[in-house]
């Protein structure tokens, strides 16, 4: 008799622990499920055929290389308007240009063109250029300075533009081909349940999405730096425009005392 009841009473102990372990072998599936999305970017890396491989990578070089030229030019642009913020009276108030040259920032723009200006009257006699009136070719030498940093401003913004017209019709390709890999499944299996359908839709929206997070970046700083660009190249065509003429000036007033002391 008392083992009969002791079958009993360790039945209803098993039944309770069966559903526990149930509940917890559900749960590590989940779990484990969770982990292994089979529509993440993981699995459109490990799944996708070379071309979503492709497309993915030209995405990813492209807004990689959006948000480098993106930052690089911002801390241009800002150090172009400090440089353009210290042409104060110190420089205008100089006794002479190669004086107001070195009172300007090492490196910057504004102090290249003022050098380079120096230089060309340094440098007009005893030249091939001679035969070139002075204030031409101080002129010359000043517009060549300033179009040479217009040329760097500008560098980068190519590409910016380039990606933000681009990038979304690359991800519309992987669009399309992530689409056209959900009906060859399709095919393939002769099934068109969402287990079949899900991951080439997937890899399609990954494509898409990935396409404007690269483009939408690049369109819109584009835009900004351009409007930073064109009004770093107004400060420092003006102010070229104001040294080419002091310095004509400057020399004219040295012809005119050589000559009265003559």
């Given at each position: 008799a008392p083992a009969p009841a002791m079958a009993q009473a360790s039945a209803p102990a098993a039944n309770a622990a069966a559903p526990a372990a149930t509940a917890t072998a559900t749960a590590a599936t989940t779990a484990k499920e969770e982990v292994a999305n089979p529509y993440g970017l993981e699995a459109l890396w490990k799944e996708g055929d070379f071309v979503a491989r492709g497309t993915l990578v030209?995405?990813?070089?492209?807004?990689?290389?959006?948000?480098?030229?993106?930052?690089?030019?911002?801390?241009?642009?800002?150090?172009?308007i400090k440089a353009a913020n210290a042409?104060?009276?110190?420089?205008?108030?100089?006794?002479?240009?190669?004086?107001?040259?070195?009172?300007?920032?090492?490196?910057?723009?504004?102090?290249?063109?003022?050098?380079?200006?120096?230089?060309?009257?340094?440098h007009h006699?005893?030249?091939?250029?001679?035969?070139?009136?002075?204030?031409t070719w101080i002129s010359m030498s000043v517009?060549?300075?300033?179009g040479n940093v217009n040329s760097r401003l500008q560098d980068g913004l190519a590409f910016l533009a380039t990606v933000g017209s681009t990038a979304p019709f690359v991800g519309l390709f992987g669009t399309v081909?992530?689409?056209?890999?959900s009906f060859r499944s399709i095919a393939a299996s002769?099934?068109?349940?969402?287990?079949?359908?899900?991951?080439g839709i997937a890899e399609a929206l990954f494509a898409t999405a990935i396409g404007l997070f690269a483009a939408i970046p690049a369109l819109i700083f584009y835009n900004i730096l351009q409007g930073k660009v064109a009004r770093s190249q107004a400060r420092m065509e003006s102010f070229a425009d104001e040294f080419s003429s002091i310095l004509s000036r400057q020399i004219d007033q040295h012809v005119a005392s050589e000559r009265d002391r003559g």
């Open positions: 030209i995405m990813v070089i492209m807004s990689m290389g959006s948000w480098y030229i993106i930052f690089t030019k911002l801390f241009e642009q800002q150090k172009m042409v104060g009276e110190g420089f205008w108030k100089a006794g002479s240009m190669k004086q107001a040259a070195t009172t300007l920032a090492d490196g910057s723009a504004f102090r290249y063109i003022a050098e380079q200006g120096v230089k060309a009257d340094d006699e005893g030249t091939l250029v001679e035969a070139i009136d002075r204030h517009e060549r300075a300033v081909w992530g689409i056209m890999s002769k099934n068109t349940s969402l287990a079949v359908v899900a991951p």
